[in-house]
């Protein structure tokens, strides 16, 4: 745009104003922001669920996705099965040695798996090792992400996730958001 239309457009801009009576109207309360929050809708999607762990942390469930406390390890998806994340605490303060653990345990567990990359990276203010790789389930292929986080507690939270082929794309930023979600507990929160 040159300069010279930009002052056609505010200039057509101003012109509609003026004959639409917009200038002749008083602000009135209804044209006031909204200072509080806005009741809910009954077609507005639930809130995320804030989850405290044993392990010291807390993280968000995404908006939707089931979770299984159960026996075990924490179990959570999505809804369409796309992809299942597992959290497991393991008892050492070592990300590397924790990362090396989670790898023979997916070499005893999965057809085939590789992890192509990792790296150290703080999440929520904690210390974590990041890992992604793709393996093999019952013969279908698989991404893999691996979210190692060292608690205040001296452990480490331990996040694998198996995410298939043909997941939509938004699961992985779903995963990306519980992953940064986690940080540490406040004392309420514990």
């Known amino acids: 745009m040159t300069r010279g239309s930009s002052a056609v457009w505010i200039g057509v801009g101003v012109t509609l104003l003026a004959s639409s009576g917009a200038g002749d109207v008083e602000p009135t ?69 924790a990362l090396a653990a989670i790898d023979e345990r997916l070499d005893r567990r999965l057809a085939a798996h590789d992890l192509g990359s990792d790296r150290a990276t703080v999440v929520g203010g904690l210390q974590a090792r990041l890992a992604s790789g793709s393996g093999q389930v019952k013969g279908e292929p698989v991404k893999l992400r691996i979210a190692l986080v060292l608690t205040p507690r001296g452990q480490v939270l331990a996040l694998v996730a198996m995410v298939r082929r043909d997941a939509p794309a938004h699961r992985l930023g779903e995963l990306s958001d519980l992953v940064t979600s986690i940080r540490a507990a406040t004392l309420k929160e514990r």
């Open 29 to 97: 309360a209804a044209d006031d922001p909204a200072w509080g929050e806005p009741a809910p809708s009954p077609t507005d999607p639930p809130a995320p669920e804030l989850l405290r762990h044993s392990a010291g942390v807390v993280l968000t469930v995404p908006t939707g996705w089931q979770v299984d406390p159960g026996e075990g390890p924490l179990r959570m998806a999505p809804p369409d099965g796309s992809l299942l994340a597992r959290f497991t605490v393991l008892d050492t303060a070592d990300l590397d040695r």
